[in-house]
């Protein structure tokens, strides 16, 4: 006998769906929202519908924002001609906050992935190079995650835009492979951006 609310079931199988999710890490989010006071998770749900409907890539870098061109890109302040690439906008704001890289970013919206059937074609970067065309871009900052995956990616991106007169550089490894950068702290990420290394 099958106790379990239908319910209940398909929130699981929902959340289980999201990338980093497995079956046991969606059945505790599921019960963590059935254990907030009722008024609590209302405001939540509200907060995601509006999020949903207010938050989209940046038309120019692909970075999550709720205007048309996000601030960093709208920004007279940023160098254009220097991008960093990332694999999502958490890791370009969490390069934002060392306070270290005056450039503007480009998010891919994730990394080369066979595995899960993520090819060049799905991540953000035609529109890279028509940045570097437009803004006759002079260094690009390949920042994605020191993981298999974001090794592949910076490659594959090395190989495409090495035939452009750019310096093409990669963040020195001051971060521990494996891990990711949003859950690095600003020290390790300002001593990274610091000592990058051209490939």
């Known amino acids: 006998m099958n106790y379990i609310p239908d319910i209940l079931k398909k929130v699981i199988e929902d959340i289980s769906n999201l990338p980093g999710y497995g079956e046991k890490s969606a059945q505790r989010l599921a019960i963590n ?12 749900i509200k907060h995601i519908a ?9 038309k120019e870098c692909g970075i999550y924002t709720d205007q048309e061109i996000c601030p960093i890109c709208s920004s007279e302040e940023r160098d254009k001609t220097h991008i960093c690439v990332v694999e999502e906008s958490f890791d370009a704001y969490a390069i934002e906050k060392t306070g270290k890289f005056k450039g503007v970013y480009h998010v891919l919206g994730g990394r080369l ?6 090819g060049p074609e799905k991540l953000n970067i035609k529109t890279l190079i028509e940045r570097i065309k437009k803004y006759q871009v002079k260094e690009v900052i390949i ?4 993981t298999v995956e974001g090794e592949a990616t910076g490659n594959y991106i090395y190989n495409l835009l090495k035939k452009y ?20 702290d600003d020290f390790t990420l300002s001593k990274a951006l610091e000592y990058r290394v051209k490939i």
């Open 33 to 44: 929202l059935l254990k907030l006071p009722r008024g609590e998770a209302v405001d939540l």
């Open 50 to 58: 509006q999020m949903l409907d207010k938050i989209h890539p940046c």
């Open 113 to 118: 992935s066979p595995l899960e059937g993520i």
């Open 143 to 146: 920042a994605t995650n020191p």
């Open 165 to 184: 007169p750019l310096n093409i550089t990669r963040l020195a490894y001051g971060l521990p492979f494996g891990s990711v950068l949003e859950n690095a």
